[in-house]
């Protein structure tokens, strides 16, 4: 099993993806990873989340497929039984923290306040999503975040687009940043995946200058 901090340390984007269906998602997961995305994240937003992530796992053995919008502990323990091998929520309560554990699935928990970074640290966390981050102060909010909170890595999630995932990655404290650009909807509204492929090798390429410096 990878740890967050592994899982994190494979690519710059970490896309967030919401399926229709199975085969939309086998389609999309697939035009992606030909693009050079070894991690997904999956939102169990769709009836069709859980079925994705199982799917989805068997396309190549070295894609890594978590489920995303995780909110309760029955969804963390269906996210593990369907194979996931990460979780992200969008924030962080016991009840998820505690599920988690107990069936070994390795967390990206979400903060957005001082309060809500002190309880992840608190529960051990070294590496959290910052969500929803460009509403939410975007570059200069985790630039803030550095004084109080020095050795915590971020995954600045919503509201980034390619343009803003260069600057986000060019932060000393964000390793990895997640959004949905890489699958706009009217590319998959017209199945264009080679659009969805060419998307995805230049969020690939992003440079992440700081990485190795934590
Ligand atoms: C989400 O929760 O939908 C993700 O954070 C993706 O956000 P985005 O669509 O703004 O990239």
Redesign the pocket.
């Given at each position: 099993m990878k740890s967050v901090n592994e899982i994190v340390s494979i690519g710059p984007v970490i896309p967030?993806l919401t399926f229709e269906s199975v085969e939309q998602g086998m389609h999309v997961a697939h035009a992606l990873y030909e693009g050079g995305i070894k991690v997904l994240e999956i939102?169990l937003r769709t009836a069709a989340g859980l079925r994705a992530i199982e799917q989805t796992l068997q396309l190549a053995s070295d894609i890594v497929v978590g489920a995303?919008?995780l909110t309760t502990s029955t969804q963390v323990e269906k996210a593990k039984r369907a194979g996931a091998k990460f979780g992200v929520s969008?924030g962080l309560t016991s009840e998820i923290h505690e599920a988690s554990q107990d069936v070994g699935l390795p967390l990206l928990p979400g903060v957005m306040t001082p309060s809500d970074i002190l309880f992840a640290i608190s529960l051990g966390y070294e590496i959290v999503k910052f969500?929803?981050a460009?509403q939410a102060g975007g570059l200069d909010m985790l630039q803030a975040f550095r004084g109080p909170f020095p050795a915590l890595r971020f995954c600045p999630?919503?509201?980034?687009t390619r343009e803003l995932a260069t600057s986000f990655l060019a932060l000393p404290n964000v390793v990895c940043v997640?959004?949905?650009?890489l699958t706009p909807k009217t590319a998959i509204a017209e199945q264009n995946w080679t659009e969805m492929t060419c998307l995805a090798r230049a969020a690939s390429q992003i440079a992440r200058p700081n990485t190795n410096t934590l």
């Open positions: 967030v939102t995303g919008t969008p969500f929803p460009q999630t919503g509201g980034i997640g959004g949905s650009w």
